[in-house]
């Protein structure tokens, strides 16, 4: 299918996809090391924020969330600290786990933490736990309960037993379109899905053969048969990271895809978001084809990405397309997407500044906004009102300032602003969630009262000072 024939299907209606599986909270702990400890020669970390995202099954379903569509999610998850956080991102994002995710006193949540310096990855610590078999059971249970009415079925399924008591036949006969991604595949093999997801190693386990090198579509393809018996499922679309994806149906029958090129630590949850775009489309009664080409555009995405990612649908449209997705915008365009945005069940981000001489306290600010909604806005004040509000003019024109931050890959719409606050933006675009600095209390903001009057809510969030990349210093902490 034609790029714009894919569009024109996705913007057809909001299709309801269930997520089933194991869920867990990925931590990023960011800084600078410039000393090393003298308990042994290792960095010390200097944590500058933390950033927590929804992982694993939780992932996927804020991709499919990003993308428009009405996600419930069924899983387990702690009730402690990393659970809070967990279901405040979920939450944020329009996720529905009332009813769904299984929560019990005295319980852990499942965590992945990523240490970072100077955008480094240094470390990864997991403090993962299986889930309890009572908590299995009462998966399977609210799954099938929330199972009516969804156009698709998800199944993420990486080991840690969420989903060990599922009622596999009743979610089978109660499904449109079912995806499988786990870490085993030949255990849901009975299940018959529409698609089943493995990576190039998972391919080989499941065949007992050795990791493929070199040609590895080539070896997929000549393993069809064997493969497509092994997951059970109609379809198999093994996924090569670098090299896209093949997906293997009936005897004869290939399509491939091909990736974007990306530095490997933004790879974090490409494989999630590109379940999600196959799930989506699918869902929408896509071609399994045309679906897997959402999927590679939804990955290409998040791979521009840091830390764990989501495509929205501004920038899926662009992908597809082959255009740029992000561009020194206008007001009327801003609003134009803003609408179609909600339209989709999205939720729309709004931000402002100056943003003069972009460091990376700009760069995690918007970052972290972009987390918090499917379209992220960011208006620049022109150069005449900057100077107004600072008394002295931007050392980089207006232009220039939108043009950098437009390049950004967190940021869907960037627009020149001539106004002193952020109040006719507000009432033009009526976001749903305006956000600002830290620095910033509710009641020292002029665009509260706009923002409360357009039926949004104000959020703040914290600040990454600018901070120059100096090598580590060889002394020992004292």
Same mark, same amino acid.
């Given at each position: ?127 993962? $736990? /299986? #889930?309890?078999?009572?908590? *299995?059971?009462?998966?399977? @249970?609210?799954?099938? +309960?929330? &199972? %009516?009415? =969804?156009? !698709? ?106 990736? $974007? /090129? #990306?530095?490997?630590?933004? *790879?974090?949850?490409?494989? @999630?978001?590109?379940? +999600?775009? &196959? %799930?989506? =489309?699918? !869902? ?122 437009? +390049? ?5 719409? !960037? ?64």
């Amino acid at each position: 299918m034609e790029a714009e024939e894919i569009l024109a299907a996705l913007q057809g209606r909001r299709p309801r996809i269930l997520v089933l599986g194991d869920v867990l909270l990925d931590r990023w702990c960011e800084g600078g090391a410039e000393r090393l400890c003298r308990e042994g020669p290792v960095p010390v970390l200097d944590v500058a924020r933390v950033v927590d995202a929804p992982g694993g099954a939780g992932n996927t379903a804020m991709n499919l969330a990003a993308l428009g569509a009405d996600v419930v999610l069924a899983g387990v998850a702690g009730d402690d600290g990393p659970g809070a956080s967990l279901t405040a991102c979920l939450d944020r994002a329009g996720i529905s786990t009332r009813g769904t995710l299984v929560q019990r006193a005295g319980r852990s949540t499942s965590v992945k933490s990523r240490m970072l310096a100077g955008g480094q990855l240094l470390l990864r610590v997991d403090s993962c $736990r /299986p #889930a309890e078999p009572d908590e *299995a059971r009462e998966v399977s @249970d609210r799954a099938l +309960a929330a &199972l %009516a009415g =969804a156009d !698709a079925v998800v199944v993420c399924d990486y080991g840690l037993g969420a989903l060990a008591a599922l009622d596999r036949a009743a979610v089978r006969s109660g499904t449109h379109a079912l995806v499988v991604d786990a870490r085993r595949f030949h255990e849901w093999a009975s299940l018959r899905a529409d698609v089943a997801t493995p990576n190039a190693q998972e391919a080989a386990d499941l065949l007992g053969e050795p990791t493929p090198h070199g040609d590895r579509r080539a070896w997929a393809e000549g393993h069809a048969r064997e493969l497509g018996s092994a997951t059970g499922a109609e379809h198999t679309l093994v996924t090569l990271d670098r090299d896209g994806t093949v997906l293997l149906g009936p005897p004869g029958s290939v399509h491939a895809t091909a990736a $974007r /090129p #990306a530095p490997e630590q933004n *790879a974090v949850g490409a494989g @999630d978001t590109f379940v +999600a775009g &196959l %799930a989506y =489309a699918l !869902a929408l009664g896509l071609p399994v084809e045309a679906a897997a080409d959402v999927g590679q555009a939804a990955a290409d995405v998040v791979v521009g990405l840091p830390g764990t990612s989501t495509c929205t649908g501004e920038r899926l449209a662009a992908a597809l397309r082959g255009e740029p997705a992000r561009r020194v915008s206008t007001l009327a365009a801003a609003r134009e997407a803003a609408a179609a945005a909600r339209a989709a069940g999205q939720t729309v981000v709004l931000t402002n500044g100056v943003f003069d001489g972009l460091h990376r306290g700009h760069t995690a600010f918007l970052e972290d906004a972009a987390r918090m909604g499917g379209l992220l806005v960011v208006g620049i004040n022109s150069d005449q009102s900057a100077h107004r509000l600072h008394g002295t003019p931007p050392s980089a024109a207006e232009d220039d300032r939108a043009a950098v931050v437009a +390049a950004l890959a967190s940021v869907d719409h !960037a627009l020149v602003f001539d106004s002193d606050t952020a109040v006719p933006l507000i009432e033009a675009l009526a976001p749903d969630v305006y956000v600002k600095g830290g620095d910033y209390l509710p009641g020292m903001l002029a665009e509260a009262g706009a923002v409360e009057a357009a039926g949004g809510r104000l959020e703040t969030l914290g600040w990454t000072e600018r901070a120059d990349r100096r090598p580590i210093d060889t002394r020992v902490d004292r």
